[in-house]
């Protein structure tokens, strides 16, 4: 069985807790906004519109799409191996339309689509959405661990670029603000982080035991095997999501698969800077990769950037809006189902 454990919670710490969430979705979400206003701060949009104007280019960007129903897809039975192995069974159709759901959520309040996940398995029964959170939380750490895979190959085949990388990012700073003031950064993020972290050093039992129970959960599947090859999948076609939108740039035609991977991975770690959607660290990512280590046009990069978050971005949401349809469409009718059979049997 997996579960979460959590510490008992008095109305003030629950408080305290939802005011934490309120701050953390304002943060977020201005520095998001405030990436995305300094990295397209003079850009012509109309580049964009020249993309969409080549037929051609329909093809790829309909690979692309089908891509992101497919990593989706796949990402949803996967899921659904993990519930399977904490006694939770649920059908394909509804672990698909909830983790859909999921990610439309997230699109908008970071982290908040797993936790709707979680208690839309079976709503009203906090022990079957404690065991489902459980699970959840075993998937981030598979991904985490793919996160770091996909890096350490990328980086071990372009190291050079990397390294290079790295180092035009602190000239950047430093010719962006003095010495001293970068230092000052520097400092006050080490102290945020550690402010952070220390009132939570007394849970790092409860986390190191959900970890454990996060593995031990992995072990206990059907198909270890089957639960890789998804894992696979879904990175495959994440990176198929990024690959199958440099056709449609001439300027990009210099860029092959270990470039694209290279340009994959750094765009990862932008992820973990949480924002909605990842709007912003994502594209400062792509876009620094893309002009510093393979010496594209500024333009090109942002141009590239927008349109392929843009299509897994829409995607996303027409996705997680059919799946909201659906689900509350199936949840109606089961509850209008109930009401009738119960109306008949009290006249009976």
């Known amino acids: 069985m997996v ?21 953390f979705l304002i943060v977020s979400t201005l520095l998001g906004i405030l990436l995305m206003v300094w990295i397209y701060r003079g850009f012509n949009f109309r580049d964009l519109y020249e993309v969409f104007c080549i037929r051609h280019n329909y093809i790829w960007i309909t690979l692309t799409l089908i891509a992101g129903i497919a990593a989706n897809v796949l990402r949803s039975l996967r899921w659904q191996m993990l519930l399977e192995s904490a006694k939770i069974h649920i059908k394909k159709r509804r672990a698909i339309e ?7 959520i997230n699109s908008v309040t970071p982290r908040l689509g797993e936790l709707t996940r979680s208690l ?4 009203g029964d906090a ?29 071990a085949f372009r190291w050079d670029d ?5 180092h035009r990012f602190i000239d950047g700073m430093r010719q962006a603000v003095p010495s001293y003031t970068l230092y000052i950064i520097i400092g006050l993020l080490i102290c945020i982080a550690i402010s952070f972290t220390l009132p939570k050093l007394k849970h790092i039992r409860t986390l190191l035991l959900n970890f454990w129970q996060g593995i031990t959960a992995i072990s206990r599947l059907k198909s270890p095997k089957g639960f890789i090859g998804f894992c696979i999948g879904i990175w495959a076609c994440n990176f198929l999501q990024l690959w199958l939108i440099i056709p449609c740039y001439e300027a990009l035609g210099g860029i092959g698969p270990m470039d694209a991977f290279h340009i994959f991975a750094m765009a990862g770690i932008g992820l973990l800077l949480p924002t909605p ?16 280590a393979h010496a594209v046009p500024a333009a090109v990069a942002k141009s590239f950037a927008l349109v392929t978050h843009g299509l897994k971005t829409v995607l996303v949401m ?8 659906t689900y509350y469409w199936e949840v109606a009718t089961h509850w209008h189902r109930n009401r009738s059979q119960a109306g008949t049997s009290h006249k009976v």
């Open 120 to 123: 839309l398995v079976r709503r």
């Open 98 to 104: 909830l983790v859909f759901i999921s990610y439309l």
């Open 318 to 325: 027409l996705l997680g809006i059919l799946a909201y349809i």
């Open 162 to 166: 990397t390294l290079e990388l790295v």
């Open 277 to 292: 959607g990842g709007v912003g660290p994502w594209h400062f990512a792509v876009v620094k990769t893309l002009t510093t």
């Open 127 to 155: 022990e079957v959405s404690t065991r489902a959170f459980g699970t959840v939380i075993i998937e981030k750490l598979v991904d985490v661990v793919c996160l770091i895979v996909v890096v350490a190959i990328a980086v």
């Open 3 to 23: 579960c979460v454990i959590l510490p008992p919670k008095q109305p003030f710490s629950l408080v305290t807790k939802q005011i934490k969430n309120i701050l």
